[in-house]
């Protein structure tokens, strides 16, 4: 028995070669499966394998994460504290006392965390905050858009401090502890300013660029920008001393941090619609916050690292979702979120990428992970997502919906891993499951027989309770889905059918095709599940009862078109029958089949007779009769010119066997005297011809 695998993103009916065995099956059985697996035949058990990091996605991970190399292990435990007074949330800064501070876009508002509770710090009556910095003075900088201004927050009050010349938008700041300058990367002139202690601002760089989208400061003070619409990463060693230390070729450098070791982390973006721009509405416009504005619904991401020497390796990669927010955690690892899909990546000792946490939110606007109290903070909707630790009693990892194309009935469930796990399935007749999908089954602890009833989508849960440090490497789920019935919808026959086209060519035209006693069948199926199918041809002749098979006993016809050889049959009208049967893909008394029949096939295979020729004058008169019927055509040419003329019947229709004509020959528009040739064909294109000689 063929064994077919469909892996959770592919169509039910495509053959997967992730085949995943349990490990104390024999290797052979293992390579026997995987050679024996056939594409697009739904042939006996099917088989769910999840077996790399795309299978396990999608689902619904809580405390759990999923790797490049297929294994589920513990990740984030996310808390969620929503925030109500906002939509976006841009940057989130911890501050001395502990509690958090967050950007917002819904007028530029400031909110503070403190626990559980949060509370409207301040506001700016800018469109939003894009970014906070500490300052030495112990008040915090605000950068904001789009007035081109940087705000303070200080002693509970937010206060105007710095207006940049040719500048709308403040998209970053870094603040540099060695010589106490706080540097803001802008737009819409591409600058980097450096701001003293006393407020006082100057171009530190200024870039072909039209906007600079990050910024960080080094240990040993170099400043790193990164540009927008052409997406180079600067490394800036005094004022106007820049160098390009990496050209992404794509859209933006979205975020940069630096490491205590010298390492410079970046992240880069290839939107596939540019990142619009925020602005004021004009009068008699109505204005909005920019967070729908600013965040593209689509992109590629990518995460590079620079050591000292400033050599670039590429961390992380994403082809479907772009990067929003980069931090470092407090062993100098690298994380980021994601833009679309809400979720938080990290790069393993191994380089594998690792999703060690899904959101429930759109996008992860801003990470902290480098203190006791870890942040990951999302937008659409807002909420602050404490990370409360790595795995725990309740950490669940839940497949995708998997779609078996048809009902199934689901079979055995193995697993491999490293440690303890339990198993739940549950299944549905809907996408989405709502509440007409049956309850989570009791767990499995071992490999087993699922409980679930049939359906035609299922998921599977797995619980790290019983062993919070397991690993989840592969799964296998067989099922078999319910049989349908093939149907035979249409059945075609070439030049055989009466009243069809034959494969004359328009009146006057030489033949273009000789009689032949080979029917051409062909025919449609409309084939639900994709089994192989046998078919079955039988012939009767009009006006009998008995059916007679076409094909030897011995053939097996699985494709859906047949020659049929007629010459050995008596001339009549006859039918065809097509079965088509999935006997070839079910045990027998599973197996369905389906018959049509055809419109009447003429087997004609001798030329028409032409009786009671006379010739008066330039008149020629006549009788054409043909076995079988009905006449079809009768014309006339000049002997050796191939030029032919049709003509009617005398009752001016081909409708009998048996047809009457009269024919004046003047049309010809010859001399006498003159041979003539007569041509008559029946509907099966058997064609007889008379010669006549006018004096």
């Given at each position: 028995m063929s064994r077919q695998v469909i892996s959770p993103h592919s169509r039910p009916v495509t053959s997967h070669m992730h085949i995943t065995q349990k490990s104390s099956l024999p290797i052979l059985a293992f390579l026997l499966a995987s050679l024996i697996a056939s594409a697009g035949q739904a042939v006996?058990?099917?088989?769910?394998?999840?077996?790399?990091?795309?299978?396990?996605?999608?689902?619904?991970?809580?405390?759990?994460?999923?790797?490049?190399?297929?294994?589920?292990?513990?990740?984030?435990?996310?808390?969620?504290?929503?925030?109500?007074?906002a939509t976006t949330v841009w940057d989130a800064l911890r501050i001395p006392d502990g509690s958090l501070l967050l950007a917002t876009g819904n007028e530029g508002a400031l909110l503070q965390l403190r626990g559980q509770i949060v509370s409207i710090a301040g506001e700016?009556?800018?469109?939003?905050?894009?970014?906070?910095?500490?300052?030495?003075?112990?008040?915090?900088?605000?950068?904001?858009?789009?007035?081109?201004?940087?705000?303070?927050?200080?002693?509970?009050?937010?206060?105007?401090?710095?207006?940049?010349?040719?500048?709308?938008?403040?998209?970053?700041?870094?603040?540099?502890?060695?010589?106490?300058?706080?540097?803001a990367a802008t737009g819409p002139e591409g600058k980097l300013y450096r701001i003293d202690a006393a407020g006082?601002?100057?171009?530190?760089?200024?870039?072909?660029?039209?906007?600079?989208?990050?910024?960080?400061?080094?240990?040993?003070?170099?400043?790193?920008?990164?540009a927008s619409d052409k997406s180079k990463l600067y490394a800036i060693t005094g004022p106007g001393r820049a160098r390009v230390l990496q050209d992404f070729g794509s859209t933006e450098v979205r975020a940069i941090v630096t490491g205590d070791n010298g390492d410079v982390f970046a992240i880069a973006n290839d939107l596939k619609v540019p990142r619009a721009i925020p602005k004021r509405p004009s009068a008699g416009e109505e204005g909005s916050a920019p967070s729908g504005s600013s965040s593209p619904a689509s992109g590629k991401g990518v995460l590079y690292r620079f050591d000292k020497s400033g050599t670039p390796e590429m961390l992380l990669s994403n082809d479907k979702d772009y990067f929003v927010s980069l931090a470092l955690d407090a062993s100098g690892t690298p994380y980021v979120g994601t833009g679309a899909e809400g979720r938080i990546y990290t790069v393993d000792a191994e380089r594998n990428s690792v999703l060690i946490a899904?959101?429930?939110?759109?996008?992860?606007?801003?990470?902290?992970?480098?203190?006791?109290?870890?942040?990951?903070v999302a937008s659409d909707p807002a909420v602050v997502l404490p990370v409360r630790g790595v795995g725990g009693p309740d950490?669940?990892?839940?497949?995708?919906?998997?779609?078996?194309?048809?009902?199934?009935?689901?079979?055995?469930l193995d697993w491999e891993s490293n440690g303890s796990l339990e198993f739940s399935t549950r299944s549905g007749g809907t996408e989405k499951p709502d509440t007409t999908w049956s309850d989570w089954s009791a767990p499995l602890t071992a490999p087993g027989i699922v409980k679930s009833p049939a359906g035609?989508?299922?998921?599977?849960?797995a619980r790290f309770a019983t062993d919070p440090n397991a690993i989840l490497k592969s799964l296998d789920l067989s099922f078999v889905t319910d049989n349908l019935r093939a149907y035979v919808t249409q059945i075609?026959?070439?030049?055989?059918?009466?009243?069809?086209?034959?494969?004359?060519?328009?009146?006057?035209?030489?033949?273009?095709?000789?009689?032949?006693?080979?029917?051409?069948?062909?025919?449609?199926?409309?084939?639900?599940?994709?089994?192989?199918?046998?078919?079955r041809l039988l012939y009767q002749m009009i006006g009998t009862k008995d059916w007679f098979d076409i094909l030897p006993p011995q053939e097996t016809l699985t494709k859906d078109n047949y020659t049929w050889n007629t010459q050995d049959l008596p001339e009549g009208r006859y039918r065809v029958r097509v079965m088509a049967s999935?006997?070839?893909?079910?045990?027998?008394?599973?197996?369905?089949?389906?018959?049509?029949?055809?419109?009447?096939?003429?087997?004609?295979?001798?030329?028409?007779?032409?009786?009671?020729?006379?010739?008066?004058?330039?008149?020629?008169?006549?009788?054409?009769?043909?076995?079988?019927?009905?006449?079809?055509?009768?014309?006339?040419?000049?002997?050796?010119?191939?030029?032919?003329?049709?003509?009617?019947?005398?009752?001016?229709?081909?409708?009998?066997?048996?047809?009457?004509?009269?024919?004046?020959?003047?049309?010809?528009?010859?001399?006498?005297?003159?041979?003539?040739?007569?041509?008559?064909?029946?509907?099966?294109?058997?064609?007889?011809?008379?010669?006549?000689?006018?004096?």
């Open positions: 006996g058990t099917r088989h769910f394998s999840l077996q790399t990091g795309e299978d396990f996605e999608g689902g619904d991970l809580k405390g759990v994460a999923v790797d490049s190399a297929g294994a589920v292990r513990a990740g984030f435990n996310l808390g969620a504290i929503p925030l109500t007074k700016t009556k800018s469109l939003a905050i894009t970014s906070l910095a500490s300052l030495k003075s112990g008040g915090i900088a605000l950068g904001t858009l789009p007035d081109g201004k940087i705000m303070k927050f200080e002693g509970g009050k937010i206060s105007d401090w710095v207006t940049l010349k040719d500048t709308q938008h403040v998209w970053d700041l870094a603040f540099d502890p060695k010589t106490n300058s706080l540097f006082k601002a100057s171009v530190y760089f200024d870039a072909e660029e039209q906007h600079l989208m990050s910024v960080a400061v080094g240990k040993d003070g170099t400043v790193y920008a990164g899904d959101s429930e939110q759109r996008q992860i606007g801003a990470l902290l992970l480098d203190g006791a109290n870890r942040f990951a950490a669940i990892w839940t497949s995708k919906v998997l779609d078996a194309g048809l009902r199934a009935t689901f079979g055995r035609r989508f299922v998921q599977l849960r075609s026959v070439k030049n055989r059918t009466p009243g069809s086209k034959t494969s004359l060519e328009a009146s006057g035209s030489p033949i273009s095709a000789s009689p032949s006693a080979n029917v051409e069948l062909s025919w449609k199926v409309t084939n639900p599940d994709e089994d192989t199918l046998r078919y999935d006997e070839l893909a079910n045990p027998p008394t599973k197996a369905k089949q389906h018959a049509l029949e055809s419109n009447i096939i003429l087997v004609d295979n001798t030329p028409p007779v032409v009786e009671r020729l006379t010739v008066t004058g330039r008149r020629i008169q006549g009788v054409a009769t043909d076995g079988v019927g009905p006449i079809s055509r009768i014309e006339l040419a000049v002997s050796g010119t191939n030029r032919w003329l049709p003509f009617f019947p005398t009752d001016g229709i081909f409708d009998q066997n048996r047809e009457a004509f009269d024919l004046e020959v003047a049309s010809l528009g010859t001399t006498l005297p003159v041979m003539l040739t007569l041509r008559v064909y029946d509907a099966a294109n058997n064609a007889t011809l008379r010669y006549i000689t006018l004096k």
